[in-house]
């Protein structure tokens, strides 16, 4: 049976005293949500995450690590996949980092890794109308990549619908922005580029009386963190991953 260390992968960490602009460009051009960070005995200090470090100005470049630095639990190698996913949803993170017998880091596991064998290995209670978020974030078609952006950084969401005329016609996820490579311009010059040029079309909904394994399955799929929920032609809420976990049964 597979255990975290199956998963472990290279991660970007900073130390605890370099500046967080040494983060945010790790952060800014990665699909990383999250840096993890170490103290001067190369022991695990806690972490950082994108909402926090993509505020940063270059009039605060001076700001060290420290300052943005949050606790997290880490997971040991020989934990289950299981227990690590549980340690996941605990931090509220997408990845958390893996720690030796003297607490150093020697990588991270990320929740779209293990994704796939929680779903085949538990049964996932309830359906989606349970677990499903019903405040849903959305942008227009003409909104610009930089509202995306800002959406980014004030909810902590990476991918939200498109509604054009009360009907949803897109979605636009932070890989998109990273994918077509103009947001950096955006931001930099003013210039406005709308999502509509940018969003994918073709979106893959679920119903919320849809099985919650059925969402997963989904998601795994066709390799998506966040689906939107149909009822009918009406948007009523959206799911993701973290929200699929709330249907397994952690100690």
């Given at each position: 049976?597979?255990?975290?260390?199956?998963?472990?992968?290279?991660?970007?960490?900073?130390?605890?005293d370099?500046?967080?602009?040494?983060?945010?460009q790790?952060?800014?051009?990665?699909?990383?949500?999250?840096?993890?960070?170490?103290?001067?005995?190369?022991?695990?200090a806690?972490?950082?995450d994108?909402?926090?470090?993509?505020?940063?100005t270059?009039?605060?470049?001076?700001?060290t690590?420290?300052?943005?630095?949050?606790?997290?639990?880490?997971?040991?190698?020989?934990?289950?996949?299981?227990?690590?996913?549980?340690?996941?949803?605990?931090?509220?993170?997408?990845?958390?980092?893996?720690?030796?017998?003297?607490?150093?880091i020697?990588?991270?596991?990320?929740?779209?890794d293990?994704f796939?064998?929680?779903?085949?290995?538990?049964?996932?209670?309830?359906?989606?109308?349970?677990?499903?978020?019903k405040?849903v974030?959305?942008?227009?078609?003409?909104?610009?990549v930089?509202k995306?952006?800002n959406?980014i950084?004030?909810?902590g969401?990476?991918?939200?619908?498109?509604?054009?005329?009360?009907?949803?016609?897109?979605?636009?996820?932070?890989?998109?922005?990273l994918?077509?490579?103009?947001?950096?311009?955006?931001?930099e010059?003013?210039?406005?580029?709308?999502?509509?040029?940018?969003m994918?079309k073709?979106v893959?909904?679920?119903?919320?009386?849809?099985?919650?394994?059925?969402?997963a399955?989904?998601?795994?799929?066709?390799?998506?963190?966040?689906?939107?929920?149909?009822?009918?032609?009406?948007?009523?809420?959206?799911?993701?991953?973290?929200?699929i976990?709330?249907?397994?049964?952690?100690?």
């Amino acid at each position: 049976m597979k255990v975290a260390a199956d998963f472990v992968i290279d991660i970007p960490t900073v130390k605890i005293d370099d500046l967080v602009t040494k983060a945010r460009q790790k952060l800014r051009d990665d699909i990383f949500r999250e840096v993890f960070v170490y103290d001067a005995k190369k022991v695990l200090a806690g972490y950082i995450d994108i909402t926090d470090v993509l505020r940063v100005t270059a009039t605060k470049s001076n700001i060290t690590v420290e300052g943005f630095l949050k606790e997290i639990t880490p997971v040991l190698p020989g934990v289950s996949v299981e227990e690590a996913a549980c340690i996941i949803r605990k931090n509220r993170t997408n990845s958390a980092p893996v720690i030796d017998e003297n607490k150093q880091i020697v990588g991270g596991i990320l929740l779209s890794d293990i994704f796939p064998i929680i779903i085949t290995r538990n049964e996932l209670h309830g359906l989606v109308r349970d677990w499903m978020n019903k405040k849903v974030i959305t942008c227009s078609p003409a909104d610009s990549v930089q509202k995306v952006h800002n959406l980014i950084l004030e909810s902590g969401f990476t991918a939200f619908p498109v509604i054009k005329k009360n009907k949803l016609a897109g979605i636009i996820s932070r890989r998109d922005l990273l994918k077509d490579g103009r947001l950096r311009t955006a931001l930099e010059s003013g210039n406005s580029v709308p999502v509509g040029e940018i969003m994918q079309k073709t979106v893959i909904s679920v119903s919320p009386g849809e099985k919650t394994g059925v969402a997963a399955e989904i998601m795994v799929r066709l390799d998506i963190s966040r689906l939107p929920v149909m009822d009918d032609e009406r948007l009523v809420g959206i799911i993701d991953r973290h929200d699929i976990l709330k249907g397994l049964t952690c100690p």
